[in-house]
């Protein structure tokens, strides 16, 4: 992770130096967003695991320095679509952890299906404000991050809808006790490092 953080920044400086704004402007901006989730979970006294950190600092690498700073969406044709659909998955457990959290981790108060729909909420509504983001880059910097445009963007939220349903079932089947498989086991990595969040959460944390 550091690697990648020195590599933006010094990418960023030489660009500015240069005087390659976009180059400069992608750069540090990939810097700020990969820098946003240590910076947060300090401010809240959160405990992000490593696998958490590394995903998050790869995807904002992979999406905005490599997609358009190396213009991969136009490269590979399958990386737009892996990306969407993998930050909606994350994000949608994301919600999922934070909706949990305001049970205190009590299994028997939370109720699965609820908390699966704020799951795939979170996950569609991250979605659809990214949609956004690359309109307002578009429109105001000239860059061409929708592609074809409406066709983009509705193939995009519906790989948000999808990712955003495997992250909702995953954690109904984790409040229902049932084998939530490799993302299961991500939501009893961050459950059991910040266990004082989930106090009443005793059955997987032994």
Same mark, same amino acid.
């Given at each position: 992770?550091?690697? +990648? %953080? #020195? &590599?933006?920044?010094?990418?960023?400086?030489?660009? =500015?130096? *240069?005087?390659?704004?976009?180059?400069?402007?992608?750069?540090?901006?990939?810097?700020?967003?990969?820098?946003?989730?240590? &910076?947060?979970?300090?401010?809240?006294?959160? #405990?992000?695991?490593?696998? $958490?950190? &590394? $995903? #998050?600092? *790869?995807?904002?690498?992979?999406?905005?320095? &490599?997609?358009?700073?190396?213009?991969?969406?136009?490269? *590979? %044709?399958?990386?737009? =679509?892996? =990306?969407?659909?993998?930050?909606?998955?994350? /994000?949608?457990?994301?919600?999922?952890?934070?909706? $949990?959290?305001? /049970?205190?981790?009590? @299994? /028997?108060?939370?109720?699965?299906?609820?908390?699966?729909? +704020?799951?795939?909420?979170?996950?569609?509504?991250?979605?659809?404000?990214?949609? +956004? /983001?690359?309109?307002?880059?578009?429109?105001? *910097?000239?860059?061409?991050?929708?592609?074809?445009?409406?066709?983009? #963007?509705?193939?995009?939220?519906?790989?948000?809808? $999808?990712?955003?349903?495997?992250?909702?079932?995953?954690?109904? =089947?984790?409040?229902?006790?049932?084998?939530?498989?490799?993302?299961? @086991?991500?939501?009893?990595?961050?459950?059991?490092?910040?266990?004082?969040?989930?106090?009443?959460? !005793?059955? @997987?944390? !032994?």
């Amino acid at each position: 992770m550091l690697i +990648i %953080w #020195t &590599l933006l920044l010094l990418t960023g400086l030489i660009s =500015l130096g *240069l005087a390659r704004w976009s180059l400069a402007f992608v750069s540090l901006t990939t810097l700020s967003l990969a820098l946003v989730p240590p &910076l947060l979970a300090a401010r809240w006294s959160l #405990t992000l695991p490593l696998p $958490f950190l &590394l $995903f #998050t600092t *790869l995807f904002c690498f992979a999406s905005i320095f &490599l997609g358009e700073a190396f213009d991969f969406y136009e490269r *590979l %044709w399958w990386w737009d =679509l892996a =990306l969407h659909g993998s930050s909606a998955v994350g /994000f949608g457990l994301m919600g999922f952890l934070f909706a $949990f959290m305001l /049970f205190e981790g009590d @299994r /028997f108060a939370a109720p699965p299906s609820a908390i699966a729909l +704020i799951s795939f909420c979170v996950a569609m509504t991250v979605g659809a404000t990214w949609e +956004i /983001f690359e309109f307002t880059m578009d429109a105001g *910097l000239g860059m061409n991050m929708q592609k074809s445009g409406l066709s983009d #963007t509705m193939g995009d939220l519906i790989l948000n809808a $999808f990712g955003g349903l495997i992250a909702s079932v995953t954690g109904y =089947l984790y409040l229902r006790q049932s084998p939530a498989g490799l993302l299961g @086991r991500g939501l009893s990595q961050f459950i059991k490092v910040n266990s004082r969040l989930y106090r009443k959460y !005793k059955n @997987r944390l !032994k």
